[in-house]
Structure formats: structure tokens, C-alpha cells
């Protein structure tokens, strides 16, 4: 795959790789998505806003230069925006990319950090030299408008261009409280909606603190991801148990959707309770899906946490031909890159994906892609 | 689910909230127990504001600004945790004293239309994802649009103003036809003549007396949002 160099969120020529119920594999417009979906379907999207959640500025014990990344958070609450627990990078910027930034000056307890307009102390080091947690000064609104004022989305070194905020908000964000955007979202817009409303395929949102996607830092990368809280609203919950009762299947858009409704079907016993939870638990291999029918998602690397979500999805070896379609038609990978469409292979409680729409040009004519095993 | 006549935890957003019409919906809608915020430009008087309403949420930012649009939608959304009904109401009225068409410098017309039709068609794209979500679940969100009668009647020397307003009703009318079916309901109120900041510096020897108070102006707006809501929420869905 190839790296997404443009931060558009709906290129014309993106690209959808289905993977069916039988591990059959296609090519697809993206553009064609809702020919891969039916009525009764259920399309179930993370509607976070990302927040401007790097930071610079001064460590001031040593006068030191310092990024800050904000990563994680307690709760969704309005109020309960003191405490973060974040990264801390030294001198330079997203230009580097972030496996080769400084190591921050040697952070303490106690230590005040200067950020813009803000002012924050380290409250704890977590067990690694660059993860704290910190608290802000100041009142709610104070915080709020210094991280809308001082911040910056968080930069990818291969992307041309610094990211503004408009780049990294889906159509659906509302709640900022994503770290990194939920990018599975931006093939998303109106039009779509209202597409899948002629179509009678359904819409809802949940709203998940999108973590950190990758620190740099193999020690803090196998952490990932971190706890991420979310709320799942009751408009939600009724509408996948409609989908349940006829029979459609519920389609998570993009990893965040998946953990958060999985974790509230697991603390409730299969059947996702609404309201707000902390999704702690990893998603991989041994996972039994309960909820989930299908993913949404952007195309993800080998490695990373994204990636072993997929394995909840679909078996090893049908994961590694996807891995392979993916390299060989030259799908974009990162935020801003092409998409896949798995189907749980793997406990299949609902019906097959049909009208999927057949391969488009002979760019898209690949033999194993074709192929059942 | 409140009924839709009752303002108490809605969640509201007011722009030009520190002066005229806008103040006196912050206040309104304060002492009717919603959750406020409201944006203005000018940092002092927004502390004010916010200092002499406890609970309100004041944001400083002009929407006439891109860069500013996204900030102003996080902070709203942070502030009141998701968002029910916004209000559109700041307002320029272009080069002052008013002056004929032929005599307004296209800079000047410029600057009409960023704060009174692109910087609310900017912030309502930013913020539609929060009035979606309030629509499904139930919350009957409402975005309303401040307008003139000279939107819709052409008066000598109103011309930047007339244009920018008269391009924000139509552009109310197209967000009313796409955002219907999403449960959406969009609204665009003339409030009349008013004894407001603006008025007196459009028409500085009208009689103060002669105009309508604010306050009653901000009353016959809530009042019809507060119908239109309702009248949503008796609808089948």
C-alpha cells in the first residue's frame, strides 16, 4: 500500500475492498458503497469530533521546548476536562517523523508546563518517560477555549501540508473528544445519508474518544490502545435491536465503533446497553464478536492495533490474501487513504452481503482477489 | 425527552450574544433554564456577559473568520455536551453611515457578506453533526437565521446589508428543504425594528421610543421556536 499524501476526506477515485462472508474478495468504487449494503442494514458511525490535541510549548523547569499530545481522558463529561494523560515529545515538530523525535526534558511530578495559554502540571509520570498525566488550570470554559485557540490537530509527517481542524472533522463530528480523527468516517457525507435513507438502510451515531493511532515509541505503541471512554446513546441501542429483529446486520465505521459496541455487549451480557462506558479490552483473534456484523474501515498495517481488530473479522489466512489484494491494487493507506468493507467471517449471524458491485476497469482485475479459497 | 415549550437543559448557541437582540436572548434563555453559549467578537464584553449570567458560556470569536468557525463550533459542543438549537444573529450592517450602492467599496460588501451568509453557512456545517445527533435522539434541534424586511424589500443606501440578507433567507429556505428529513427544522426571523446598536447606527435620528424593545423581540422568537418544535414532535416521525 501507499501512503495517502492529500488530506481529502472523499477523493473521487477511492477505492472499497469487499471481503464477503465467504472470504471472497472485490474491488470496488468506493463511490458504490451502498450497492454493498441492504435494506434493513444498519450503519453505525463514531460521530467524535478531534480535538487540536497537540500542544506546544515550554517546559518550565528546564526552559525546555516541549510537544504535548493529549491521548487520553476519564470520561466524556463537559466538566471533566482537568485531566489528561498525555505525550510528551522535546524540540521539533511533526516534520520529523515521530519515530526520530527528542525524548522530552526528564519530567517530574509537580512540573509546570506552559502551553500557549494554558498552564498545566504533571500530576504523574505513567510509567514511561514520556507518558503523564496532567492537570490544566483554570475553569472549563478556560481549558476549552485554550486547547480551541492554542492547539493543533495532530500532524502526520506524510502528509505536504500542516492539517487544520476542518481536515480532520468528519461531516457527522459533534462532541470534540477524539485524539486522532475517526477516520473511517470520512467517506461520509450528507449525500450518502441521505442515500441510505431512500435505501432504507439505517444511521446512528456513538461517540468514542478515538485514541492515539501510534506514539513512535514501541513500549507505548504496545500499549495502544489506550482506555478510551465513549457514550452510547439509547437512540442507538434500539436501533440495532431492530436490526436484530429483521434480520439486517450492524455495520461498525471503523475500529472505534467497533470496540465501543462490543464493550458495552460484553459488560451487558451480548445486548449493548446505552450510556457511557470505558472501552478497555483489546479486540483480536480470540474475540467473539456479538454485535458487530461488519466493518467499515480504512485499510490498516500489519503491526498496528487496527490490523489485529480484523482478525475479531475474519481468519488468518483470509486477512493475509486481503493484506495482499490491498498491496497489489495499490490501495492508499492512512487517514486519508482507501477503505475495505469485512464481513464477520466468523459468527455470521446475519444474511450475506449481496448486490456487491463487480470490479470496475481492468486495473481492478486481480486473479486472488477474485478467488474463494 | 423535554417538552419541546420547555427551554429548561436545552442547549442553545446565540451569536453577537453580547449586544442587542442577541443579549436579550442570552438573557431570556437564561432565566428560562437552557444551557447558553454565546459568541462575540469582543473579549471584555464577552467576560461581562458571561460574568453577569452564572452558567452561561461565553466564546470569543468572529464568524466572519474560517479560522475561527471550527473553534467556535469545539467550544459550543464542549461547552453544552452536544447541541439543540442555534441562532445566527450577528450581524453587520456593512459601511456606516449608510451609503449608496454605487458609493460601497467592494471590500466593504465583502466583509457584509463573510459575517452575515458565509460565516453562518460555515458555522452551521460545522455544527450539523451535533444538531443530527439531537435529532435522533429525539431533541428536535431548530437553527435559526435572523433576517430583515430588507431582505425582502430594496431600500436606497441598505445595499450591502439588503444583498447579505437577503442571500441568508434564501440560503435558510435550502438548509429548511435538505435538512428536513433529518429532523432538522431551520427558521428564518425578521425581528422588526429594534432599539439595538445596530439600528441606531443605520438610523441614528430614529426615535428610540418608536422602536421594539429587544427583549419583546427575543420573547416572539422563543416563542416560536418553542411552536415549531412542538409542532415537530406531534408530527408522525
Excluded at chain 1, 472485490?26 to 463514531?46: F, W
Excluded at chain 1, 499530545?69 to 515529545?89: E, K, N, P, T, W
Excluded at chain 1, 492547539?151 to 472533522?169: E, S, T
Excluded at chain 2, 462575540?40 to 453577569?52: G, I, K, M, P, W
Amino acid at each position: 500500500m501507499r501512503a495517502a499524501h492529500r488530506p481529502q476526506q472523499r477523493p473521487r477515485d477511492a477505492r472499497l475492498l469487499v471481503v464477503d462472508e465467504a472470504g471472497r474478495m472485490r474491488d470496488a468504487p468506493r463511490a458504490r458503497l451502498i450497492e454493498c449494503l441492504q435494506r434493513g442494514d444498519l450503519l453505525v458511525a463514531n460521530d467524535a469530533a478531534t480535538l487540536p490535541a497537540s500542544l506546544h510549548g515550554v517546559h518550565v523547569r528546564s526552559g525546555a521546548p516541549i510537544e504535548v499530545r493529549l491521548a487520553g481522558r476519564r470520561s466524556l463529561r463537559v466538566d471533566d476536562v482537568h485531566r489528561f494523560s498525555a505525550i510528551v515529545f522535546g524540540a521539533g515538530d511533526h516534520r520529523t517523523r515521530t519515530e526520530e523525535r527528542a525524548a522530552p526534558p526528564a519530567l517530574r511530578r509537580g512540573d509546570l508546563l506552559r502551553l500557549g495559554p494554558l498552564h498545566a502540571r504533571v500530576l504523574r509520570m505513567l510509567d514511561h518517560p514520556r507518558l503523564i498525566e496532567l492537570r490544566f488550570d483554570g475553569s472549563a470554559d478556560d481549558i476549552w477555549a485554550g486547547i480551541a485557540r492554542h492547539g493543533k490537530p495532530i500532524q502526520y509527517a506524510h502528509l505536504r501540508d500542516p492539517l487544520a481542524l476542518w481536515d480532520v472533522w468528519t461531516r457527522v463530528a459533534a462532541l470534540p473528544v477524539a485524539f486522532e480523527p475517526p477516520s473511517a468516517g470520512f467517506m461520509l457525507d450528507w449525500s450518502l445519508l441521505h442515500a441510505l435513507r431512500r435505501h432504507g438502510i439505517g444511521f446512528a451515531t456513538l461517540t468514542h474518544a478515538a485514541g492515539l493511532s501510534s506514539t513512535g515509541d514501541p513500549a507505548l505503541d504496545a500499549r495502544l490502545p489506550f482506555d478510551e471512554p465513549y457514550h452510547l446513546p439509547a437512540a442507538t441501542v434500539r436501533a440495532i435491536e431492530i436490526t436484530r429483529r429483521t434480520g439486517g446486520r450492524v455495520v461498525a465505521v471503523g475500529t472505534t465503533v467497533t470496540r465501543a459496541l462490543e464493550h458495552a455487549a460484553a459488560r451487558a451480557g451480548g445486548t449493548p446497553r446505552a450510556g457511557d462506558g470505558v472501552a478497555d479490552q483489546r479486540i483480536g483473534a480470540s474475540t467473539r464478536l456479538r454485535v458487530v456484523d461488519a466493518l467499515l474501515s480504512g485499510t490498516h498495517e500489519p503491526g498496528s492495533s487496527h490490523h489485529e481488530l480484523l482478525r475479531a473479522f475474519v481468519p488468518a489466512e483470509v486477512l493475509a490474501r486481503a493484506d495482499a489484494a490491498l498491496a497489489a491494487l495499490g490501495y492508499r493507506t492512512h487517514e486519508f487513504g482507501d477503505s475495505v468493507l469485512i464481513r464477520d467471517m466468523r459468527t455470521q449471524r446475519a444474511a450475506a452481503f449481496v448486490g456487491t458491485p463487480g470490479n470496475e476497469g481492468p486495473a481492478a482485475r486481480v486473479g486472488s482477489v477474485e478467488s474463494a479459497h | 425527552m423535554t417538552h419541546p415549550s420547555d427551554w429548561r437543559d436545552l442547549r442553545v448557541a446565540i451569536t453577537g450574544g453580547t449586544s442587542g437582540l442577541g443579549l436579550a436572548l442570552v438573557r431570556a434563555l437564561h432565566a428560562a433554564g437552557a444551557h447558553v453559549a454565546f459568541v462575540a467578537r469582543n473579549a471584555a464584553r464577552v467576560a461581562s456577559t458571561a460574568a453577569a449570567l452564572p452558567g452561561t458560556h461565553g466564546i470569543v470569536g468572529d464568524v466572519a473568520r474560517k479560522d475561527d468557525t471550527h473553534r467556535i463550533a469545539l467550544q459550543i459542543n464542549a461547552a453544552l455536551g452536544g447541541l439543540d438549537v442555534l441562532i445566527h444573529n450577528a450581524s453587520t450592517l456593512g459601511p456606516t453611515p449608510l451609503r449608496l450602492l454605487a458609493d460601497t467599496d467592494c471590500e466593504d460588501l465583502e466583509a457584509a457578506l463573510a459575517t452575515n451568509l458565509v460565516g453562518p453557512f460555515r458555522l452551521t456545517k460545522a455544527l450539523l453533526g451535533a444538531l443530527a445527533a439531537s435529532a435522533r435522539d429525539g431533541g428536535h434541534p431548530c437553527i435559526v437565521h435572523i433576517t430583515s424586511d430588507a431582505a425582502v424589500t430594496p431600500y436606497a443606501s441598505w445595499g450591502a446589508y439588503s444583498a447579505s440578507k437577503a442571500a441568508l433567507l434564501h440560503m435558510s429556505r435550502i438548509w429548511h428543504e435538505e435538512l428536513h428529513d433529518l429532523g432538522i427544522e431551520v427558521l428564518a426571523q425578521d425581528p422588526g425594528d429594534m432599539d439595538t446598536p445596530l439600528h441606531a447606527a443605520a438610523l441614528p435620528d430614529a426615535d428610540p421610543a418608536s422602536l421594539k424593545r429587544p427583549a419583546a423581540a427575543a420573547a416572539e422568537l422563543l416563542d416560536r421556536i418553542a411552536f415549531t418544535r412542538a409542532a415537530i414532535a406531534g408530527a408522525p416521525a
